[in-house]
């Protein structure tokens, strides 16, 4: 690359590692609503979004970034696999009288794909924390909803590794 170029002719550079783990817990949180909404196995929803998510570029929606293909894997499959103890969980954190089927299905989605990465105890529960609050603003940029999701998410944590708080 020389330095005249510029725009359109310069070199997008990589994403990194932190990028590429904040798209796969995006993506996840997507994948988990999709699978709801369109009745879809989860083995299905993900070769979907490995084909049309990771790393492609179109010119109606610009360029995804590259996801971290482990981390999304483990999130969806754990957030599927033990869904009920999630649900669960996340039942414990809401209000009284509000279950986790009385939640717009978009936060149910990311509590899911939260609880997940939560469950596989990959990451300090902290990070998940923070983390899947900006996957909620991307969502709900206007909204109350990312300060709810700090809440009910903190109270998980706290239920999974409450040494680590």
Same mark, same amino acid.
């Given at each position: 690359?020389?330095?005249?170029?510029?725009?359109?002719?310069?070199?997008?550079?990589?994403?990194?590692?932190?990028?590429?783990?904040?798209?796969?817990?995006?993506?996840?949180?997507?994948?988990?609503?999709?699978?709801?909404?369109?009745?879809?196995?989860?083995?299905?929803?993900?070769?979907?979004?490995?084909?049309?998510?990771?790393?492609?570029?179109?010119?109606?929606?610009?360029?995804?970034?590259?996801?971290?293909?482990?981390?999304?894997?483990?999130?969806?499959?754990?957030?599927?696999?033990?869904?009920?103890?999630?649900?669960?969980?996340?039942?414990?954190?809401?209000?009284?009288?509000?279950?986790?089927?009385?939640?717009?299905?978009?936060?149910?989605?990311?509590?899911?794909? &939260?609880?997940?990465?939560?469950?596989? =105890? *990959?990451? %300090?529960?902290? #990070?998940?924390? /923070?983390?899947?609050?900006?996957? &909620?603003?991307?969502?709900?940029?206007? =909204? *109350?909803? %990312?300060?709810? #999701?700090?809440? /009910?998410?903190?109270?998980?944590?706290?239920?999974?590794?409450?040494?680590?708080?």
């Amino acid at each position: 690359m020389t330095s005249n170029d510029t725009g359109e002719n310069a070199r997008l550079k990589p994403p990194t590692k932190r990028e590429m783990k904040s798209a796969a817990r995006l993506y996840a949180t997507q994948a988990l609503f999709q699978m709801e909404a369109a009745d879809m196995t989860v083995d299905k929803v993900r070769r979907q979004f490995y084909d049309h998510f990771f790393g492609l570029e179109t010119e109606e929606e610009g360029t995804f970034i590259d996801g971290d293909s482990d981390l999304f894997h483990e999130i969806t499959e754990i957030a599927v696999n033990d869904q009920a103890k999630i649900d669960q969980m996340t039942d414990r954190a809401l209000v009284a009288k509000w279950p986790i089927a009385r939640i717009d299905s978009t936060l149910r989605a990311l509590f899911r794909a &939260a609880g997940g990465e939560l469950l596989s =105890g *990959r990451t %300090p529960p902290k #990070v998940v924390i /923070v983390e899947f609050v900006d996957v &909620a603003k991307a969502f709900y940029p206007d =909204g *109350r909803e %990312p300060k709810f #999701v700090n809440a /009910v998410l903190d109270h998980m944590a706290r239920e999974v590794k409450p040494e680590a708080f």
